[in-house]
């Protein structure tokens, strides 16, 4: 219970110090609103629904790139890990594509798709793609190549040694390329939506810089952090779930 | 069986080589059923290259295998290997990995009384990764036998294990191969070991079989028998022995 207290000894005294810095005039609310100013503009856009709305579309274009693009990077590094073949057609082009930065091409996307979802989402999914990809890839290229045999050994076929062997031999490196994909994920959303978008936490975050409400755009940049925290701690559910027998899981 | 005119096990001007190197070298041996083969030697001498060829992992590049009459082309049913380092899968607890193969639910049954037989029934639901190195080395065992293999290779499979580890598991082992009835060829560098558990030693010097002695004691060998000393003694002077040799002509 104690554990759980400390690390939330330094955020708490940042606040306190915020606040009273503010309200004691020290830091004009022009630069920086005040905790309690950002905590009542929430419960006001929180009324009239917008907030809501506006998280619940930005996370839904979160979940549909990331799904979509790790989906992609998941088959085709399962693909490529699993077939020379495959690996010998493919490897060269991805590894290419990657060297481009995904940000780099939102003034083509925008020609593309202009400002709807389709952008979104083709700029997030490239995003995800790469550290999924790699990672699956990776993981089962470097899957122990005595337990492969052993498994040979002891009668598995070519579909059990993947379910039995390598996919959790591999599983692993895909994890961490889930949690890296994650946190691209929010960054390329944040892009996006601050750029070109007419919904969003992000365009939220723009139109309240029209009208210099500074508190609202606070409350945007905090509602990313914790819908980035929130994503992150999914992932490590995840983990732990998943790699409950590996020994840096257990206890 | 007509066993005196086929030998379960057969070698047959048996060679391998990686390159150049000629690791194995016309290598000629008959192993009956039932027998227990040691094989010694030093590092390098081609002990585990022989002991893959047997399991089917490599090919020989001259001469063949033949077991129960039939040329061995890659792996067999009636072949479990043990390896060195046990090779359990960390990711499966200790029952599902001696019951990794095994389809019929009768046979998952089967592998949980195979723990209980190597001493190993209360860990059935533990990870691997909290296993002591000797019980690992049981779970792998246990895994090799609900196979029934006819022809049970262990490949330096107590090469990690503390000494006291060891006692218990060339019993445990010798136990079970006279309750199981299986052939085993055991790869060791450990000529105690070999004296231990073998009805057979055979020495690999150098790919080629340096000595291959019949061993009659009865069981439980006992260290302090002078014939199991004696016995010893022997087989290593002829590990050293040839040694010496080669430094001398050369």
Sequence with gaps: MRKSFVPWIVPMLLLVVWQSLSSTGLLSTRVLPNPVDIVKSAIELGKSGLLFENIWISFKRAALGFLVGGGIGFVLGLMNGLSRVSENLLDTTIQMVRNIPHLALIPIVILWFGIGEEAKLFLVALGTFFPIYLNTYHGIRTVDSSLIEMGRVYGLGKRSLFWNIVLPGALPSILVGIRFALGITWVTLIVAETIASNSGIGYMAMNAREFMQLDVVILSIILYAILGKLSDFAAKLAEKQCLKWHPNYQK | ?250
Excluded: Y
């Excluded at chain 2, 070698?11 to 390159?19: A, E, H, R, V």
């Excluded at chain 2, 016309?26 to 022989?50: H, N, Y």
């Excluded at chain 2, 000595?211 to 002078?226: A, C, E, S, V, W």
């Design chain 2, 1 to 250: 069986m007509n066993q005196g005119s086929q030998a379960f096990l057969e070698l047959s001007d048996l060679g391998k080589s990686f390159g150049n190197k000629q690791v194995l070298k016309q290598m000629d041996l008959t192993v009956e059923k039932g027998e227990f083969v040691a094989v010694v030697g030093k590092s390098g001498c081609g002990k585990s290259t022989l002991l893959r060829i047997l399991a089917g992992l490599e090919k020989p590049t001259d001469g063949e295998v033949r077991l129960d009459g039939e040329t061995v082309k890659g792996q067999n049913k009636k072949v479990k290997i043990m390896f060195q380092d046990g090779r359990l899968l960390p990711w499966k607890k200790v029952k599902d990995n001696v019951a990794l193969g095994l389809k019929k639910e009768e046979e998952k049954k089967e592998a949980l009384q195979m723990l209980h037989q190597v001493g190993l029934s209360d860990r059935a639901d533990e990870w691997p990764a909290v296993l002591s190195g000797g019980q690992k080395q049981r779970v792998a065992l246990a895994r090799a036998l609900v196979h029934h293999p006819e022809l049970l290779l262990l490949d330096e499979p107590l090469g990690a294990l503390d000494a006291l580890t060891r006692l218990e598991m060339h019993e445990l082992i010798r136990n079970l191969w006279e309750e199981k009835e299986f052939t085993a060829v055991l790869v060791t560098h450990d000529v105690e070991e070999a004296v231990a558990l073998a009805t057979r030693v055979i020495l690999i010097d150098d790919g080629e079989i340096a000595l291959n002695q019949t061993i009659k004691m009865p069981f439980p060998r006992k260290k302090d028998n002078p014939i199991f000393a004696k016995t010893v003694t022997n087989i290593l002077n002829h590990i050293m022995g040839r040694n010496s040799e080669l430094k001398l002509t050369r």
